[in-house]
């Protein structure tokens, strides 16, 4: 027998079972953004390899160690996006989508990075991604970190957490970035290997580090705050003060930087003490030289992007897990003359009703075998066709949970027989 051909490490399976979870977020997501005016878009899985060096930063772990990267059959360098936002900033110039007007959007899809996979950490993985461009904010910035409250609420999640910070303009946060660089030279002995190659292109990102040997030097590093500009700093008050107005609570973190080069004053971050080490759920902020940097029009903007399997591992936790959806029908029909009657039957029912769940048993076998799986399919009615019910014109109805009486029913007033017997239900 040939070798069974494993998954790639790292990227799963969204099994059926699951995806009550996910239909729910993405349902949820949609409906929420639609509420403050964001509008879908969808941009490709595979973009320039360039694109991501220059949005997301030479010397990023997702540049320097994540990325799937290859050459296709043109000779172009291509890579499987590694996030969400470097693409949308893309999509912006290259359709003219600002050009000084504001622009709200969002998109939701697999993202790829090679890291080590473990529980809520995966080579394959989902975001929602939502995107404000041309606003200045803090308005807009509160209103980001309001879809993702609003989000929490609709989807019954608590456990989370939201920290904020602001990198300041690039130029305070080079400041900051000169004198972490002393810090930690100061220090180089007590660095890991990873923070240590952080040290010549990325030290914010050392801040970052999950190395816990790492963390009391890191407590005693000097901090941004002492660095931010007057105006960073007034951005962050105000945004503060419309999270207090609006009722969202926050917890000020200096050490708070992101993996991307592209952020600047604002950063957030929502974290959670349920999923273990993976804590972040959701992250962003504002990215105010992105779209210049990349050969539009400067435009500021901010985003977040929210981890799909971390919020469905959330959602799995809570006590309000939506149902899987069962058929509501399900149809049994024995014998060669019932089987050919039933597809039809089941189509006029469907015509009927668009929305109807109606399950065909098909394969047939006797009664007995198809009445077992109509009660495991979980439907509430089986209509049932054997010899019988065929030569009389007609068909059985039989409640298959919570009891009741089977009745028999014309096969043309059938679908408003269900239609009824489900409304009363
Ligand atoms: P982390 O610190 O956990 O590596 P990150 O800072 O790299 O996260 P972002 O690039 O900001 O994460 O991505 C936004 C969100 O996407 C994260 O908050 C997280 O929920 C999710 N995420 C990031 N990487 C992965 C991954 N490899 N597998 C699953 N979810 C991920
Ligand atoms: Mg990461």
Redesign the pocket.
Known sequence: MDRIIQPVRGMGDILPEQMACWRRLEDTAREVLAAYGYAELRVPVVESTELFKRSIGEFTDIVEKEMYTFTDKSGDSLTLRP?ATAGIARAVISNGLTRGAKLRVWCMGPMF?H?RPQK????Q?H?IDVEALGFTGPDVDAEMILITARLWKRLGIDRVRLQLNSLGTPAARNAYRQRLVEYFRDHEAALDEDSRRRLGGNPLRIL?SKNPDMRALIDAAPLITEYLDEESRLHLDTLCAYLRETGVEFHLNPRLV???DYYTRTVF?WTTDALGS?D????GGRYDGLIAQLGGEPTPAIGW???Q??VVALMAQSESQPPVEAPQVCLVMVGERAQAAGLKLAEALRDAQPDLRVLANLGGGNFKAQFRRADRSGAQLAVVLGDNEMERGVAAIKPLQGGGEQTECGLVELPARIEQLLQTR
Do not use: K
Not at 120 to 123: E, I, L, P, S, V
């Open positions: 996030e990075r890291e809520g950490r995966y080579r993985f975001q970052d992101r993996g991307l971050e993976q972040a759920v959701c992250s992007a929210m981890g399997e971390r």
